[in-house]
C-alpha cells in the first residue's frame, strides 16, 4: 500500500533518478577509458556518454586530472540541486539531510585551515558545494568551540549535534577538531536514521536504515584503527565516538572501544559476518567502496522509493573517484594500477 500515492508527490523525481542512474558509466565504457593513451582521448571517450561535451571549452593544453574531475563533480551538483529543486515535504527533508554531512566535513576543514592560518579564499574554494551555508566563511573568526556555535553555527542545522562537544574540546587543535568531526557525526547518522525510521515509507525505510548502518559501520573501524596511533584516544572516549547504530551495534562496538592494537580490532570487526576477512588484504576504503557500491546497485532493484536518491549520489561520487583515478594513472604513464577502479554496474 505505501507505494499507491508515492507518484504524486515523488514519481516524477523518481523518472529523473533513475536516468540518470541509467546514465552511469558501465563495464564496457570503464574498458574503452582505460585503453585512451592521453586525456585528450579521454575527454574524446567520456564525450560519447551521459557527460557529454562538459570539458569542450578547455583546450587540449589545458587539460588536467583536477580540472576532469572538477568537471565531472560540478555535473553531480547541478544534478543533486535539479532533483532538490523539485522536491517538497518529506523528499525535501530527506535530501537536506544529505547533505548535512558535507556541512559537517566543511567546517571542520575551514577550522583546521584558520588554526594553521590557511589563506580563508583557498579554504572555500575546497569546501563541499552540498556543505554551503551562508555563514560559513565566518567560522576563521572563532576562537573557541564555544564562541564557534553561539556566533556561527546555532542557525544552522548542525546546531542539534552540538550539544555533546563542548565537554572534551576546550582548545581547537587538530585532535580536538577530528574528536569534535567524529562526534558530530555520530549524533548526524543517528539523527538520520531516526528520521528515516519514523517519517519514510517501506521500502525506502529499509534500504536507508541498511545504507546508514552501513556507514556507521565504516566509520566505527576507521575510528578505531586511527585511535590506535593516538594514546590520548582512551576506550571511554572511544566509546563516545562510535555510532551506535550499524550490524557492529553493541557487541562489536563494544570490543572496537577496548581495542588496543590491529589484532583485536580485526578480531572484533570479524564477529559481524559482512565484513570478515576485510582487514585481512587490499586497501580498506576499495573495501569499502565496493560494498557500498552493491548496496546501491541492490537499491535499484526496489520501486517506489527515495532510497534511489541516496544510492545515485554514491554512486555518482564513486564514477568521479573511478574516472579521476584513470585520468590520473593516464596522466602519470601508471598503465599497471589503471583498473584499480570500482565498476559494479
Excluded at 585512451?36 to 557527460?51: F, I, K, P, V, W
Excluded at 565531472?72 to 532533483?83: G, P, Q, T, V
Excluded at 555520530?186 to 538520520?192: C, H
Aim: charged share 25%; net charge negative.
Amino acid at each position: 500500500m505505501e507505494g499507491v500515492f508515492f507518484n504524486i508527490d515523488n514519481g516524477f523525481i523518481e523518472g529523473v533518478v533513475r536516468g540518470y542512474r541509467n546514465g552511469l558509466l558501465t563495464g564496457n565504457q570503464y574498458l574503452n577509458l582505460t585503453q585512451c593513451d592521453n586525456l585528450e582521448d579521454l575527454r574524446l571517450q567520456l564525450a560519447s556518454t551521459d557527460y557529454g561535451n562538459f570539458l569542450s571549452s578547455v583546450s587540449a593544453e589545458a587539460l588536467t586530472t583536477s580540472l576532469i574531475q572538477e568537471s565531472a563533480s560540478e555535473k553531480l551538483y547541478e544534478e543533486f540541486n535539479y532533483i532538490r529543486d523539485q522536491s517538497s515535504g518529506i523528499t525535501k527533508k530527506f535530501m537536506d539531510y544529505i547533505t548535512y554531512g558535507y556541512m559537517i566535513d566543511n567546517v571542520a576543514l575551514m577550522i583546521t585551515g584558520t588554526i594553521h592560518d590557511r589563506d580563508k579564499a583557498e579554504i572555500l574554494q575546497r569546501c563541499h558545494p552540498l556543505g554551503w551555508f551562508d555563514t560559513l566563511p565566518t567560522l576563521s573568526v572563532a576562537t573557541d568551540l564555544e564562541s564557534l556555535y553561539e556566533t556561527v553555527l546555532v542557525d544552522t542545522p548542525l546546531a542539534p549535534y552540538f550539544m555533546g562537544c563542548f565537554d572534551r574540546a576546550d582548545e581547537l587543535d587538530d585532535l580536538n577538531i577530528e574528536i569534535v568531526r567524529n562526534k558530530l557525526y555520530k549524533a548526524y547518522l543517528q539523527d538520520f536514521h531516526k528520521f528515516v525510521t519514523e517519517q519514510i515509507d517501506e521500502p525506502a525505510r529499509e534500504v536507508m536504515q541498511m545504507m546508514l548502518e552501513f556507514e556507521a559501520d565504516r566509520r566505527s573501524i576507521n575510528i578505531s584503527l586511527n585511535s590506535l596511533e593516538s594514546p590520548e584516544i582512551d576506550a571511554e572516549l572511544k566509546s563516545e565516538l562510535l555510532p551506535e547504530m550499524g550490524q557492529l551495534h553493541p557487541l562489536a562496538t563494544a570490543s572496537l572501544a577496548q581495542a588496543t592494537d590491529f589484532e583485536s580490532v580485526k578480531t572484533a570487526v570479524n564477529l559481524v559476518y559482512d565484513y570478515r576477512g576485510i582487514l585481512e588484504s587490499g586497501n580498506l576504503e576499495d573495501h569499502f567502496y565496493k560494498l557500498e557500491m552493491e548496496l546501491c546497485r541492490d537499491a535499484f532493484t526496489q520501486q517506489f522509493t527515495l532510497s534511489t536518491i541516496w544510492s545515485w549520489m554514491k554512486s555518482k561520487e564513486q564514477e568521479v573517484r573511478n574516472i579521476t583515478w584513470i585520468a590520473e594513472c593516464i596522466a602519470q604513464n601508471q598503465r599497471e594500477r589503471i583498473n584499480s577502479y570500482i565498476s559494479v554496474y
